[in-house]
């Protein structure tokens, strides 16, 4: 997938903070109805709320945390609601449960009463469902009046084709917008799929993907010769496509599935990156941000004393600065400290740096030695261009030759490169 949907994101938070305020409320509806209702009687008088207030603020904080683990925040969400009861209703039971042992381990005066800790999963549980119910038909309505912000094109057979399109009027929240179709065959009749929708053969599809790629490529023929498959999945590795086919062959080619149901048809497609996730990503960035004024702070001073010396050493700025490919392949300009002559590739364009490459200032390769030169990068991660850890970003030179020699190399770039990766772990 090229672009993460606002949309989606938008719909995760709002769960969180939702299922946040409906767990609360579960459990202290729990204590309202055991301790002043009047439904149940008393034998003794009414106890402080202090514990209880922190026994409900705890099993909110875990009820998250319980639901992330359940997948109860995966979105976009397919399918009917009753579908997802099930799920609500474990993940209810796995919570009261948790909550009954931090009753017993959990020693106040007076201790905190068993009967709140039962009747609070059926009060819990009924809030929640009225709440995603309605949280079901808000994301719904939502996605009808946001529109279809997202294309995908499908190539293969055209009955299961024209199938999928149908399926894809009744999933609004998928956002998905049917922009064409394919055939790996003989061209469909004209009246199976909607008019404007065939565009042509395998040259055609490919044409497409480097003009102007979809957001997703469903392959409907399964029974795609293995070579030819290959080739349609490089493509869409290459243009940053998420990749997805009816199933057959699929399980073969990777072990990372991921299983979707659209209204009977199913759907596989490579698994979920973690920082697919929001909370994922809201806590990577939450450690690059500290991370880089760290290193901003302890940058300065190397700066301080290596500025002087490379104006002196050799004629040119202090800072060098070039263009990455950053996240989704968007171009970033990369600062460092500047090792090699001034205007060292005006004759010859972009080349590779060699391990003697005369290039480099003496100095420079001091600095390269010590990885000196890359201090300054903590200010691109601080802007939000770079991450700490993470792929080193290329040239876009080198990418356009990368991205045909090397499977699977534009993956990369699905997130954010980084100030240290694998590559550079291992040497």
């Known amino acids: 997938m090229r672009n993460r949907d606002a949309f ?38 009414i106890p402080p709320l202090d514990p209880y207030w922190l026994w409900a603020g705890s099993g909110t904080v875990l009820s998250l945390l319980l639901f992330q683990s359940l997948g109860l925040y995966r979105r ?31 020693r106040v005066e007076p201790p905190l009463s068993r009967a709140v800790v039962i009747l609070s999963f059926f009060t819990t549980f009924l809030v929640l469902l009225v709440q995603r119910q309605l949280l079901f038909v808000v994301e719904s309505e939502l996605a009808r009046k946001l529109g279809r912000a997202r294309t995908v094109v499908m190539l293969g057979d055209a009955e ?35 008019e404007g929708q065939v565009r042509g053969g395998l ?65 596989l497609g490579v698994e979920r990156m973690p920082l697919d996730i929001l909370g994922n990503r809201i806590l990577k960035r939450a450690e690059d941000i500290a991370g880089a004024l760290v290193g901003l702070l302890a940058a300065v001073p190397v700066v301080l004393i290596f500025a ?38 005006s004759g010859t364009g972009p ?32 802007k939000g261009d770079m991450s700490l850890v993470g792929p080193r970003p290329e040239r876009p030179h080198f990418v356009e030759q990368f991205k045909e020699d090397v499977g699977r190399y534009m993956w990369r770039h699905r997130f954010k490169p980084g100030l240290t990766g694998w590559a550079q772990v291992n040497g």
């Open 8 to 45: 989606d994101e938008l719909c995760v938070t709002l769960a969180l903070i939702a299922d946040a305020a409906a767990v609360f409320g579960g459990l202290m509806a729990a204590v309202w109805i055991r301790f002043y209702s009047g439904w149940i009687p008393l034998r003794h008088a």
């Open 76 to 106: 976009p969400q397919v399918g009917s609601f009753a579908e997802r009861v099930p799920r609500l209703l474990r993940a209810t039971g796995w919570l009261v449960l948790l909550l009954f042992a931090f009753a017993e381990a959990v």
């Open 160 to 194: 299961t084709a024209a199938r999928l399109i149908g399926a894809l009027d009744w999933e609004p929240r998928l956002r998905l917008r049917p922009d064409g179709f394919f055939h790996t065959g003989a061209p469909p009749p004209d009246d199976l799929l909607p």
């Open 203 to 267: 040259d055609a599809f490919y044409a497409r993907l480097a003009a102007d790629p979809p957001d997703e490529v469903v392959l409907t023929d399964p029974g795609l010769d293995r070579d030819t498959l290959m080739q349609v999945m490089l493509r869409c590795s290459q243009s940053l496509t998420a990749f997805k086919m009816v199933p057959d062959m699929f399980r073969i080619l990777t072990s990372r599935v991921q299983i979707e149901n659209l209204h009977g048809i199913p759907l």
């Open 308 to 345: 002087p010396l490379i104006r002196r050493t050799s004629p040119g700025p202090v800072f060098y600065r070039q263009v990455r490919c950053g996240e989704g392949g968007r171009p970033f300009t990369i600062v460092k400290l500047r090792t090699m002559r001034e205007g060292a590739e």
């Open 351 to 382: 080349v590779w740096a060699s391990p003697e490459d005369p290039r480099v200032t003496p100095l420079g390769r001091f600095l390269r030695r010590w990885n000196l030169d890359e201090l300054p990068q903590f200010w691109n991660v601080l």
